[in-house]
């Protein structure tokens, strides 16, 4: 008998090997930040959210927003796990004519709640959107995931000044802190400091979990909800290329056209999560 994690962590490498499968099929992408969300996507795709893929625009729905867009990839692998839309399509990834580009569009793909892309601007819109839920009485959550680099952006630090203004207590912020961007380290382009340290002085509810552990996601969000009047901050303690050794190590794992050597540890791994997922289901 499977038990509820066994199946989370099923669920955590089925994602894992579409993302990484689409991917591969594209040629090229997001690989280092859409394998760091994989964990969290799978525990909220997997166990949290209320949402019904056969009616994507309910109303009682809880509220997700990619705010770190390029990590599209990884969700796109979630919102297919969860039937919103079929496997083949996972293979038009930013091509022309997809339902699926490069950062989610609320217009084109069913299960997206908030096109994003342009960083700063989704954790802004999630904060809008949990703002509308509470002056309307509804008891929807909206969680969101926000980068490490991303937080260079001012605005995002206006957005959850606001949000804790508001005590917009069912508003759940995790932060992927990764430690890279799109230039190199964080650390080295505008060292973040301590994450734990700026949301509660921020006015938030804040946790910083090993953002590799499904169980110690799951704990932080149960102890976030029992907050009455604050908005909850989960830093994520991840590694770009987060579940794939050779993309944790790679240096330049943001954005990735692979050679012939990654493609070769790409096609490895590929191979080790679908050996993993049949052994689940034999």
């Not at 729905?61 to 390029?70: A, P, T, V």
């Not at 990884?74 to 297919?80: G, I």
Request: charged share 25%; proline share 4%; with cysteine.
């Amino acid at each position: 008998m499977i038990t509820a994690l066994e199946h989370l962590e099923t669920f955590r490498d089925k994602i894992r090997l579409l993302t990484l499968k689409e991917l591969h099929h594209l040629g090229f992408g997001h690989y280092g930040g859409s394998l760091s969300i994989v964990e969290v996507l799978a525990v909220l795709y997997g166990e949290v959210l209320r949402i019904d893929p056969q009616n994507p625009r309910w109303e009682g729905r809880d509220y997700f927003i990619l705010s770190k867009g390029h990590g599209g990839p990884a969700y796109y692998a979630a919102l297919c796990l969860k039937g919103f839309f079929p496997e083949e399509m996972l293979y038009t990834l930013n091509q022309n004519g997809t339902r699926l580009p490069s950062h989610p569009d609320r217009n084109l793909t069913p299960g997206v709640d908030m096109t994003t892309g342009s960083l700063g601007q989704g954790i802004s819109a999630a904060v809008g959107v949990a703002l509308s839920h509470k002056l309307s009485g509804m008891d929807n959550y909206t969680y969101t995931i926000v980068g490490d680099g991303e937080l260079n952006e001012g605005q995002c630090w206006e957005a959850f000044q606001f949000a804790a203004h508001h005590k917009l207590n069912r508003l759940v912020v995790f932060v992927d802190d990764n430690k890279k961007q799109l230039d190199g380290p964080t650390k080295e382009i505008i060292d973040p400091l301590d994450f734990v340290q700026k949301f509660e002085a921020f006015g938030f509810f804040t946790l910083k979990v090993d953002g590799s552990s499904i169980q110690e996601i799951l704990q932080a969000i149960k102890l976030g909800k029992e907050q009455a009047d604050k908005p909850v901050a989960i830093i994520l303690d991840t590694i770009k290329g987060q579940g794939v050794p050779y993309l944790e190590e790679k240096a330049d794992n943001h954005h990735l056209r692979p050679d012939a050597k990654d493609e070769e540890a790409i096609m490895e791994a590929i191979d080790r999560l679908e050996r993993q997922v049949r052994r689940v289901g034999e």
